[in-house]
Nanobody, 126 residues
Framework: QLQLVESGGGLVQPGGSLRLSCVVSGFTLENYAIGWFRQAPGKEREGVSCISNSGSSTDYADSVKGRFTISRDNAKNTVFLQMNSLKPEDAGVYYC???????????????????WGQGTQVTVSS
């Protein structure tokens, strides 16, 4: 059964860091690009980052460039999102999702992502 399971969320003060993990099962991770998305209350789900199947190509939303880093360990079936210098506006439920192909899309829209995890909550507050 195909699964993506996020973890690593929590409460952090502004300026703090969190590392999210997305552990996958039921498919071969090295064959797919993976994206991270987030959704704040009352807002649409937005793309945060994407990483190609090999990790050689990454993409970031302008709002997180220079602060977040996406990486993957295909041997451990895991994709990571390192989040530094967190801001209150980074808060929300973070989801990982499997793209239908090897490469990230030209944008970070949800189009082309076919399987989603259940999400992990990130709260940024003092």
């Amino acid at each position: 059964q195909l699964q993506l399971v996020e973890s690593g969320g929590g409460l952090v003060q502004p300026g703090g860091s969190l590392r999210l993990s997305c552990v996958v099962s039921g498919f071969t991770l090295e064959n797919y690009a993976i994206g991270w998305f987030r959704q704040a209350p009352g807002k649409e789900r937005e793309g945060v980052s994407c990483i190609s199947n090999s990790g050689s190509s990454t993409d970031y939303a302008d709002s997180v460039k220079g602060r977040f880093t996406i990486s993957r360990d295909n041997a451990k079936n895991t994709v990571f999102l390192q989040m530094n210098s967190l801001k209150p506006e980074d808060a929300g439920v973070y989801y990982c999702a499997r793209r239908y192909t090897l490469l990230c899309g030209s944008t970070l829209s949800t189009t082309g992502y076919e399987s989603w995890g259940q999400g992990t909550q990130v709260t940024v507050s003092s």
